[in-house]
């Protein structure tokens, strides 16, 4: 087996390889779903998605592209799923953590899930600088930077106008509202998976639901194991 010597700089090399082709295939998703919401085509299959089972891997993702931004999330472990498209969500949380990364001033990002009647309530939350009155739904349009911003990182002015057409596609809302005293925060609305919501309001839920003490007698009556010789025989063994 031979070994070859590490090379520290073919390694940063194809590390810059990598990040840049991540951050084209990103491009790639955001511009095809401009694309396909120009002519109203944006593809939606939805289906039951925990929130729980996504936000870890798209978290690192962020962390890792934006090291010295700290993400942290907080979902609950008993949020339904909810009725949505898993690649849309991913390519929604993604796009608005990588918005607070870049314009948050490098404050601690919080992204945060909970339950409010029939959907979820997701929020993607810094202490940057905020932005301006009257930007706050502006931000949302097509090619629109706010100038406040524009000099603290580079964009294309699409990420967020894909992430209102993925969010409204899965029938739900995305607004910014300002943070007291500074900061952005972005709040998304997704219905909840409605068989789920229906068992959790029965009560059919298995965590919600409350131990039945049994009569004893309902209890099965201890049998005595059968002998040998009153087992059948299978056929093909001996």
């Keep these: 087996l031979v070994k070859w010597p590490?090379?520290?700089d073919l390694e940063s090399l194809l590390a810059d390889i990598e990040e840049e082709a991540d951050r084209l295939q990103r491009i790639t998703e955001d511009l095809l779903v401009l694309s396909r919401a120009e002519h109203g085509l944006v593809e939606i299959r939805p289906e039951p998605v925990l929130l729980q089972r996504l936000v870890a891997g798209i978290v690192a993702d962020v962390s890792r592209r934006f090291p010295t931004t700290t993400v942290s999330h907080a979902i609950p472990s008993g949020l339904?799923?909810?009725?949505?498209?898993p690649g849309a969500i991913r390519q929604v949380l993604d796009n608005l953590l990588a918005n607070a990364a870049k314009y948050g001033g490098g404050t601690p990002i919080e992204l945060a899930a909970r339950q409010v009647g029939a959907e979820a309530r997701i929020e993607v939350a810094d202490s940057g600088p905020?932005?301006?009155p009257g930007e706050h739904d502006?931000?949302?349009?097509?090619f629109y930077r706010s100038p406040s911003n524009e000099r603290r990182a580079s964009g294309t002015g699409i990420g967020l106008f894909v992430v209102r057409q993925l969010v409204q596609a899965m029938g739900g809302t995305v607004r910014a509202e300002p943070v007291r005293p500074r900061g952005l925060r972005f709040v998304i609305l997704l219905p909840l998976d409605p068989a789920h919501v229906a068992d959790a309001a029965a009560g059919g839920v298995a965590h919600r639901a409350r131990p039945r003490h049994p009569d004893p007698a309902d209890r099965p009556r201890r049998r005595d194991p059968p002998r040998v010789g009153d087992i059948p025989?299978?056929?093909?063994?001996h």
Excluded: K, M, S
């Design 80 to 85: 339904p799923p909810l009725a949505a498209d």
């Design 6 to 8: 590490r090379r520290p």
């Design 130 to 132: 905020g932005l301006p």
């Design 233 to 237: 025989a299978l056929p093909g063994i």
């Design 138 to 142: 502006r931000i949302f349009e097509l």
